[in-house]
């Protein structure tokens, strides 16, 4: 059963529509332990449980997380054929969860080029969630930024070449069609663990007027209190998407 939110503020405000977290430090998270690295991604997808259900609870309307960029390729082959394995390990025992809850599994990234096990058990949540009509949570897989606007930019070309679109009507809006997120809005927060401040290649045009939120936790010890401390702060938060607020307008008449 889902649990009830502890920061009862928390629904006084609107909360974002949309956080999107980069999950780090399963490895830290094991080495501090003398646990294999593994183990501390074993522990990650635990966590990820905790996460989804209280995103759930909260109504939150879009949690995406990163979970396999196109750079974990170069990782040791053990670790890469383990993180490549924990999504169908993951549905394996939470699909039916995910399923009465209303939850809609989603996917970006490059998809065929994953493993054939991880598509067909991340395809079939897909399939099998396709009707709910709650949180719908997206996993990056196999996702680059740079790689999604790259191929943007090819699909937008080829558009033109062959006539179906009129270079003149290209705007931010139209390249947004594009994009694999083309269907969800931008995220509002973007949370990154384990005390890194970047963004690794995530979500590069979405980001542009994301609230970013660096916490120094370790993802696997990431709780869900620490999330509603994270979201009333973004509550607190002025969003100005490179504007002013008349009442930020200095007056030098």
Not at 100 to 114: D, P, Q, S, W
Not at 170 to 198: A, N, Q, V
């Amino acid at each position: 059963m889902f649990k009830a939110t502890k920061n009862k503020s928390l629904t006084e405000r609107p909360i974002p529509e949309h956080i999107a977290i980069i999950m780090d430090g399963n490895g830290r998270y094991a080495k501090m332990r003398s646990m294999p690295r593994i183990k501390g991604h074993y522990e990650g997808m635990q966590n990820v449980k905790r996460i989804v259900r209280h995103a759930a609870d909260i109504k939150l309307k879009y949690l995406t997380l990163y979970a396999f960029s196109t750079e974990n390729w170069s990782r040791p082959k053990s670790e890469v054929n383990y993180l490549l394995k924990l999504p169908t390990d993951f549905l394996s025992t939470f699909l039916p969860e995910l399923i009465e809850k209303n939850v809609i599994v989603k996917t970006i990234g490059e998809f065929e080029a994953l493993p054939k096990h991880t598509r067909k058990a991340v395809q079939t949540a897909i399939d099998k969630t396709a009707g709910n009509t709650g949180l719908t949570l997206v996993f990056a897989l196999n996702y680059g930024g740079r790689d999604e606007l790259i191929g943007a930019v090819k699909e937008i070309i080829a558009d033109v070449q062959a006539g179906t679109l009129d270079a003149d009507s290209i705007d931010s809006r139209k390249f947004e069609d594009y994009l694999m997120t083309k269907d969800m809005p931008d995220p509002e927060m973007i949370i990154r663990t384990s005390g890194e401040y970047r963004l690794s290649n995530f979500l590069l045009w979405q980001a542009s007027y994301s609230e970013l939120f660096f916490s120094n936790t370790l993802w696997p010890e990431f709780s869900t209190d620490e999330l509603d401390d994270l979201i009333a702060q973004y509550q607190k938060r002025e969003r100005r998407f490179g504007g002013l607020n008349e009442e930020d307008v200095i007056d030098e008449d």
